[in-house]
């Protein structure tokens, strides 16, 4: 019966990418839809949709899990949208990761897994930090995460224009890099076609606000994010059973999600 009824009530779009033509489309469209019931009825397209960080908004997920590591993934966002913010943490990523890398990895052998990253949520963007950790429990690492989000600032403070141009380059040139092969090339159109854009231009809009990033930019990208008390964050926090006695870390404000389903009835969502 449930597939009676997902075969029956569906909106079916197809992409194709690759060595085409039109007569090569219509044959799939066609055959696809043969296999369509004939009482079948469109419906409305929808998809997933994404958090709406909002102004002070702080998202904790607590649990125990049965290997012995801590793991921490602890993100703030931007709290404009947009593509310019999406840019900026871009460049900002390259150095934050390296700092982050080298600082938790290899000067305090922390974890091997840890590291500094940027990541999109739909229009918004964030940045933040994650870490494998068989040394320290869940509320002396987020303790950790803290200090570092302080001593980075101090390394981006004094951070040279040369420096930055290097960021920058390095940005744009992996932005504009050819693709290596079909997967690479399809990736950008895609995303852009499961959003609706048919423009296709995502990444070219992305590589044009990158080529105006400054360093006064990212700076105020990290005064907004990481520094802003009032920035969205999303924490997640697994306890190793080698750490089962000690305690998680309780953020200020925090919204602490016990039910997944209750949690997601109650945040907004971008349209």
Request: proline share 4%.
């Amino acid at each position: 019966q449930l597939k009676q009824q997902t075969f029956g009530n569906n909106e079916l779009r197809v992409f194709t990418f690759g060595n085409y033509n039109q007569q090569d489309v219509d044959a799939i469209a066609k055959a696809l839809t043969a296999v369509l019931p004939v009482a079948h009825k469109a419906t409305e397209f929808a998809r997933s949709k994404a958090w709406l960080p909002q102004p002070g908004e702080t998202i904790v997920l607590q649990k125990d899990i049965d290997v012995a590591d801590v793991a921490i993934i602890d993100m703030t966002v931007h709290p404009i949208a947009g593509y310019k913010q999406k840019a900026q943490a871009q460049v900002l990523q390259g150095h934050f990761s390296t700092i982050a890398f080298d600082k938790l990895r290899t000067e305090e052998q922390l974890a091997y897994a840890v590291d500094g990253l940027a990541r999109p949520i739909e229009d918004y963007s964030a940045i933040g930090l994650f870490i494998q950790t068989p040394v320290k429990d869940a509320q002396t690492m987020q303790a950790r995460f803290e200090e570092f989000k302080k001593q980075y600032a101090v390394e981006l403070d004094t951070m040279s224009e040369e420096t930055f141009a290097q960021l920058k380059n390095a940005a744009l040139v992996s932005l504009k890099e050819q693709p290596k092969n079909l997967s690479d090339e399809m990736g950008p159109l895609i995303g852009d076609w499961y959003r609706e854009n048919f423009a296709f231009d995502s990444k070219e809009k992305l590589i044009a606000e990158v080529e105006k990033v400054t360093l006064a930019d990212i700076k105020d990208y990290y005064q907004q994010t990481m520094l802003n008390p009032q920035a969205a964050r999303l924490n997640v926090q697994l306890r190793g059973s080698k750490f089962a006695d000690k305690p998680f870390a309780d953020l200020p404000k925090q919204t602490l999600v016990t039910d997944l389903q209750a949690h997601f009835n109650g945040i907004k969502l971008q349209k």
